[in-house]
């Protein structure tokens, strides 16, 4: 045995500038190299990538480039350009074996550098990999890569043959065209009907509505989240007051790039394709739809069929179906609010509604037609809406 080397889980060479630790100094001395000198040795002739091993290189180019995956799995169609992950695909899919615990969290993981991921990030929030032409700071080696790539080169590789999208990553591409075009779905919640294209947001689904975990606290108020970024957000656009996205056809701006789609959508272009199965009401957005069925719940059924409005203006002769549009509608059309002693009207319109619906015998037949809420973008809005 090589002299350098020690028993497995015994790691002696430490790193002077960051908490890694290595089981050879030739590893140490590497990544010495490539992570904080900048010096990596074996750039790819055929992309900008660089690596650090000259093994790594080429399995790149076998990969990436050549598309070589002579591992086969013999359960499914997956194929890998490296035996040790057919080996992992074989333990984390098939046999379900997820061998390393956190020892903080109830998250399990199939590979140990995973492990070490997700504590550096979560708990310790390390992120050692820091860019050189901006102040963002990333956890993994290949994310910093990523974001120069795309960010600072300009380079987006991978587009799609059905749309205008483009992308910087191969799986995310392929994760894009069966979500968006196929419609596939494949990661279903075991607690609620939802669905999701990824199984990390299925997982942070079941983190923040079922299991209420949420890891990540704002140093500047009470608001937590399950992921780094929606913190990210939260900051740059309660606390600085950051809002990147811009419309090019009115002053507003906003914090996330689907904000900005669904407005452009519903406000300029007009358009609400989501709709309601009961009625004819129809939504620029999903968490309206969503919020449409809400109050369809704590308000009586046969008032939403039969279009009853119990609501009424104090001030013209507006009426609405439920008490949070008659707000609204107060503040905005007339600058005050009707949650005041003397909404008498309101009241008196609701006592004669209850009083007509039971007198009422007929009960009508009617079933909702939900689809399971799994877009991507929803996963932030359940953070702000559940267990604040």
Same mark, same amino acid.
């Given at each position: 045995m090589d002299s350098q080397r020690f028993p497995q889980r015994l790691k002696p060479f430490k790193c002077d500038s960051c908490p890694c630790t290595f089981c050879r100094m030739d590893h140490l001395q590497i990544h010495c190299q490539s992570v904080h000198q900048g010096q990596i040795p074996f750039p790819c002739g055929l992309c900008p990538s %660089?690596?650090?091993?000259? =093994?790594d290189?080429? %399995?790149?180019? /076998?990969?990436? *480039?050549?598309?070589?995956?002579?591992?086969?799995?013999?359960?499914?169609? $997956? !194929?890998?350009?490296?035996?040790? #992950?057919?080996?992992? *695909?074989? @333990? $984390?899919?098939? @046999?379900?074996?997820k061998p390393f615990p956190c020892q903080l969290c109830p998250s399990k993981f199939s590979q140990k550098g995973n492990l070490k991921i997700h504590c550096n990030s979560v708990h310790l929030r390390l992120k050692p990999f820091q860019c050189d032409s901006c102040p963002s700071k990333f956890i993994r080696k290949d994310q910093l890569q990523t974001h120069c790539q795309s960010v600072h080169q300009g380079i987006i590789p991978f587009l799609c043959g059905l749309c205008p999208s483009t992308f910087t990553q191969?799986? $995310?591409?392929? %994760? *894009?065209?069966n979500s968006v075009h196929l419609r596939l779905k494949p990661f279903q919640c075991n607690t609620c009907p939802s669905a999701f294209s990824r199984k990390r947001n299925l997982q942070n689904h079941c983190q923040v509505v079922h299991q209420g975990l949420k890891p990540f606290q704002c140093d500047s108020c009470p608001y937590k989240c399950s992921r780094e970024n929606h913190l990210q957000t939260h900051c740059q656009t309660v606390h600085q007051g950051i809002k990147p996205f811009p419309c090019a056809?009115?002053?507003? !701006?906003?914090?996330?790039?689907?904000?900005?789609k669904a407005h452009c959508n519903s406000v300029h272009l007009r358009q609400k394709p989501f709709q309601c199965d009961s009625c004819a009401s129809t939504f620029a957005q999903k968490a309206s739809l969503r919020k449409h069925f809400q109050q369809i719940k /704590?308000?009586?059924?046969?008032?939403?069929?039969?279009?009853?409005?119990?609501?009424? =203006?104090? #001030?013209?002769? $507006?009426?609405?179906?439920? @008490? +949070? /549009?008659? /707000?609204?509608?107060?503040?905005?059309?007339?600058r005050q609010s009707s949650q005041k002693s003397g909404t008498s009207s309101s009241t008196d319109s609701l006592r004669h509604a209850v009083k007509t619906l039971e007198s009422t015998s007929e009960e009508p037949h009617v079933t909702?037609?939900? +689809?399971?809420?799994? #877009?991507? #973008?929803?996963?932030?809005?359940?953070e702000l809406c559940v267990g604040k």
């Open positions: %660089t690596f650090s091993k000259k =093994s290189l080429k %399995t790149h180019c /076998n990969s990436v *480039h050549l598309k070589l995956k002579p591992f086969q799995c013999d359960f499914c169609p $997956s !194929a890998f350009s490296r035996k040790s #992950d057919l080996q992992i *695909h074989r @333990q $984390s899919v098939h @046999q379900g074996l191969k799986g $995310s591409l392929k %994760t *894009h065209c056809f009115c002053p507003r !701006a906003f914090s996330l790039k689907g904000g900005l /704590n308000h009586c059924l046969r008032d939403h069929l039969k279009g009853v409005r119990p609501f009424k =203006s104090d #001030d013209c002769s $507006s009426s609405v179906r439920y @008490q +949070e /549009n008659l /707000n609204s509608h107060c503040l905005s059309v007339h909702f037609k939900m +689809e399971p809420i799994s #877009d991507e #973008d929803i996963l932030l809005q359940e």
